[in-house]
């Protein structure tokens, strides 16, 4: 017999649960110990400053000193950085006052 009756339509049963459903092989979040930032300054004093900055946000980065690269603190100005949701102001109801400050209902002054 085939195995098609047994699994109602499944050719082979269905995977552990390990292997489907949940992301278990996901990567760390970047700027914990797991995965530190690479960052890249020219100088000390430019160092000191990042490195206040990592510490006031709770990251782990790995810093370097070379006078000879641009420097590179993408990734950190990336997480401090991040976009803001954008939200729509309310919308005017019709009997509510009008905005432009005549007293009236909006729906009998500018709607």
Do not use: H
């Not at 400053?49 to 641009?70: C, G, H, M, P, S």
């Not at 803001?84 to 432009?100: F, H």
Request: aromatic share 8%.
């Amino acid at each position: 017999m085939s195995d098609k009756f047994f699994f109602k339509g499944r050719q082979t049963p269905k995977p552990a649960y390990g292997e489907s459903g949940y992301n278990t092989k996901r990567q760390a979040k970047a700027g914990t110990e797991a995965r530190p930032l690479q960052l890249s300054v020219q100088t000390e004093e430019r160092k000191l400053e990042v490195v206040a900055l990592v510490e006031d946000n709770k990251l782990f980065a790995t810093i370097t000193v070379n006078n000879e690269v641009a420097e590179d603190i993408f990734e950190l100005s990336g997480i401090l950085n991040k976009p803001t949701a954008v939200t729509a102001e309310v919308k005017i109801n019709r009997n509510d006052p009008c905005t432009c400050g005549s007293g009236k209902k909006f729906k009998k002054c500018c709607g």
